[in-house]
């Protein structure tokens, strides 16, 4: 299958720090990526859909100043957590579509801020 | 918008038993229901997906059913091995590719050898 590849696997930020997560997709153009959330033990909640050249979509509840995306090319996204702080910690994955076929996810990020 | 309800929450079968998941959904639109496998630390892994022009779709011991009047979808693992041991999640959607997918709250399956 197609692969997405997401950079760090695990980062650790102190408080009130911004840390950026990179999301490629190594053997496919995506125009469309989406990022996810997700606490321990529970599901994947869809934070917004990033779209190549213009601006991300957000859910409700997911402030836009803090989780700032940007989809600069068709192979890469990047979600940058600004003013992190300790509720911030979480896993965050992106995934991405080939076309109209099944979506792939990236291995995720483990955000710890301290 | 769409609202996907998954049980169990946790199971746990004998080496070499079945297993069964099961999965419902709201939206009548969605067409596009896959199934992840996540193991600790990883992101989610597609093991396999139907659409809704299909009623069953079969890949060696792993088999998705869906049934679109009902609402629901499941996923059936046979002869269960220990690796087989994860969560696993549902999801639906449109078809088109820049629909993100709803996800169940996952089931955490336990193969005992």
């Known amino acids: 299958g197609a692969v997405v590849s997401q950079h760090p696997s695990r980062v650790i930020c102190k408080s009130g720090t911004s840390v950026k997560i990179e999301c490629r997709s190594l053997d496919f153009q995506a125009t469309t990526m989406f990022w996810y959330r997700q606490f321990p033990k529970q599901s994947l909640m869809l934070m917004a859909t990033s779209n190549e050249g213009s601006k991300a979509t957000y859910e409700q509840g997911v402030e836009k100043d803090k989780f700032l995306i940007n989809h600069a090319s068709l192979t890469l996204s990047t979600l940058t957590v600004t003013s992190a702080h300790p509720e911030d910690s979480s896993f965050y994955i992106c995934s991405a579509v080939p076309g109209f076929t099944e979506a792939f996810f990236g291995q995720g990020t483990r955000l710890t801020v301290v | 918008g769409e609202n996907v309800e998954q049980h169990p929450s946790t199971l746990s079968v004998q080496e070499g038993d079945s297993a069964v998941i099961k999965c419902t959904y709201s939206d009548s639109a969605s067409n596009y229901f896959p199934w992840y496998k996540q193991e600790l630390g990883k992101g989610p892994q597609l093991i396999i997906d139907?659409?809704?022009?299909?009623g069953e779709k079969k890949d060696q011991r792993i088999a998705v059913t869906l049934n679109k009047t009902a609402k629901h979808f499941s996923l059936h693992i046979t002869e269960t091995q220990p690796e087989d041991s994860a969560v696993y999640f549902c999801?639906?959607?449109?078809?088109?590719?820049?629909?993100?997918?709803?996800f169940g709250k996952g089931t955490r399956l336990s193969v005992i050898a």
């Open positions: 139907i659409r809704s022009n299909v």
């Open positions: 999801a639906a959607s449109g078809n088109s590719g820049n629909t993100p997918l709803v």
